[in-house]
């Protein structure tokens, strides 16, 4: 298959990448503004062979010609659309660049993707499908209680969570409007190694090695559900594989864990690994709350495991000690800023 990832120079893409280029004999290509070196690092365990089936495509969402030529140069069978902004508080500072990105990049790719299906040959066109990656935060905020599933309403509460939303409704729109073969899955936190250093577990690894301030919001206490990459990538396979087109799949990691407790956790695996004099818990800063922090997220994965037969397969505590050893084991990646 020729498989286009927008987005494959980021944590999640670059994950998916990784294991495509590890099954059978996929070409594939990956569209992206910045190619970033460490993405051939990860790929330093394949084959020859393997790395000549990948290829990177410096593409600009925002531009319609640049998203042309990527789908002519690519030809996809395959489309897993990742691409997006994704910091909430750079999208509280930047509102007008995440719209940009994620709502007129998605229309853009949108219009040459059917247009690029459109002309398919037959079996070509049945099979090809448009996978479009998205987020918990476009159903907004939970209270100690319930869970967000498909049938959950939207209800996004700050920018980012706002054009994730509204990327979603034109994708939907495309494949009841024009019947092009999307499916959308929405996915809760995700984390282990190679992820940016914005992010709250590498963000509070990279401040812990700098015997930095860990900065926390508010009280610390807001929940995310955690997700290991790995198994993030499982169910995008098995949706691009066996869902049904037009639907959405709701995708946890049955990890909830406040703020607080996830630091805490990650400062005492590094008490072990780097000891110092003061325990790394002592490092811990409340700073003012993020403006419209949603406390809680929890996702529902029913549909996805009893449709496509998938859940999380891994052990979540020490998937988070693995990863926390990862950082330790490569400080240069918390030494700048990466996508």
């Not at 997006?84 to 709502?103: G, Y």
């Not at 448009?130 to 159903?139: G, K, W």
């Not at 049904?244 to 049955?254: A, D, F, L, S, V």
Request: positive net charge; proline residues 4%; glycine residues 6%.
């Amino acid at each position: 298959m020729r498989i286009l990832v927008t987005g494959g120079s980021g944590f999640i893409g670059g994950t998916l990448i990784e294991k495509l280029i590890s099954l059978d004999a996929n070409q594939i290509f990956n569209l992206d503004l910045k190619n970033i070196d460490n993405i051939k690092k990860r790929f330093s365990h394949l084959s020859i062979n393997q790395i000549g089936r990948y290829h990177y495509i410096k593409t600009d969402l925002k531009s319609e010609k640049d998203i042309e030529k990527t789908i002519q140069i690519s030809n996809p069978d395959l489309i897993f659309h990742l691409a997006a902004e994704t910091h909430v508080d750079d999208s509280i500072q930047h509102p007008k660049l995440f719209f940009e990105t994620n709502v007129i990049g998605t229309i853009n790719l949108l219009k040459y993707s059917f247009n690029h299906w459109n002309n398919l040959s037959a079996e070509r066109k049945d099979n090809f499908r448009f996978i479009h990656i998205s987020t918990d935060e476009v159903f907004g905020s939970l209270g100690y209680e319930g869970s967000f599933s498909e049938k959950t309403a939207y209800a996004p509460k700050n920018p980012y969570s706002a054009s994730k939303a509204s990327s979603d409704h034109i994708v939907r729109a495309w494949n009841n409007t024009y019947k092009f073969p999307v499916l959308i899955t929405n996915c809760s936190n995700n984390f282990g190694p190679w992820q940016s250093t914005n992010k709250l577990i590498p963000l509070c690894i990279k401040q812990a090695l700098a015997q930095n301030h860990i900065p926390l919001y508010g009280n610390g206490l807001n929940i995310r559900d955690w997700l290991y990459v790995d198994d993030h990538i499982e169910a995008l396979l098995l949706v691009a594989h066996k869902g049904k087109i037009g639907e959405t799949y709701c995708i946890g990691g049955n990890n909830e864990i406040s703020n607080k407790k996830i630091v805490e956790i990650i400062c005492t695996e590094l008490d072990n690994l780097k000891p110092r004099k003061k325990p790394h818990k002592k490092l811990i800063k409340y700073i003012e709350d993020r403006k419209g922090h949603d406390f809680r997220y929890s996702i529902n994965s029913n549909k996805v495991k009893n449709e496509l037969d998938w859940e999380p397969s891994n052990d979540f505590n020490s998937l988070l000690i693995k990863t926390v050893q990862w950082y330790v084991d490569n400080p240069e990646w918390t030494l700048n800023k990466h996508i």
